[in-house]
Nanobody, 115 residues
Framework: QVQLVESGGGLVQPGGSLRLSCAASGIIFSIYDMGWYRQAPGKERELVASIIVGGSTHYLDSVKGRFTISRDNTKNTVYLQMNSLKPEDTAVYYC?????????WGQGTLVTVSS
């Protein structure tokens, strides 16, 4: 069965950095386009960054230049490097397939940006 396990979240001050990881199991990871999503309190889940099989990446406008998505197919893992964090980045972050059809959601990892 498919399992996605996110980690790396935490409390960080504005301007700080975090690196999130998402380990996938139960799938042939390398054939899927993957994305990082986030859901802030009272808001809908949104796609923050995506990386396709060929390696091309796309970002939400509000995180361009600050976040970097990458993947290691040998480790079945997708990463999100987040720099220059802002309070509005506070949310639970999830990884999943990029597209309409998704895997079961993992538990996510909470990122809190606050002084």
């Amino acid at each position: 069965q498919v399992q996605l396990v996110e980690s790396g979240g935490g409390l960080v001050q504005p301007g700080g950095s975090l690196r999130l990881s998402c380990a996938a199991s139960g799938i042939i990871f390398s054939i899927y386009d993957m994305g990082w999503y986030r859901q802030a309190p009272g808001k809908e889940r949104e796609l923050v960054a995506s990386i396709i099989v060929g390696g091309s990446t796309h970002y939400l406008d509000s995180v361009k230049g600050r976040f970097t998505i990458s993947r290691d197919n040998t480790k079945n893992t997708v990463y999100l490097q987040m720099n220059s964090l802002k309070p509005e980045d506070t949310a639970v972050y999830y990884c999943n397939r990029q597209g309409v059809i998704r895997f079961p959601w993992g538990q996510g990892t909470l990122v809190t940006v606050s002084s």
